[in-house]
């Protein structure tokens, strides 16, 4: 289940029944997109490196500030970031 204080990231979701693991993708994305210090610290806890990596690089609703700083952060080139090649 997903911690209490990450609820405010998650505003379209029953947080009670929702699985963070079921979903990886869209768990990982949300709170890269619009989480905090706490929740990055969280996400990098539950997920692997690999995990939270393929995210960055194929997921397409990354907005390109979050996609760019991502990608950054992870030595990422933006040539291989979808959501920066629309």
Not at 1 to 13: A, Y
Not at 14 to 39: C, M, N, V, W
Not at 52 to 79: C, M, N, Q
């Amino acid at each position: 289940m997903l911690d209490k204080h990450l609820s405010l990231f998650f505003w379209d979701v029953d947080i009670d029944k929702f699985d963070p693991q079921s979903h990886p993708r869209y768990t990982i994305a949300r709170l890269l997109e619009y989480g905090d210090l706490a929740a990055v610290s969280w996400l990098k806890d539950q997920f692997s490196e690999e995990t939270i990596r393929d995210v960055v690089r194929t997921e397409r609703t990354l907005s390109p500030r979050s996609a760019t700083f991502w990608g950054l952060v992870y030595h990422i080139p933006s040539k291989e970031i979808i959501a920066l090649n629309n």
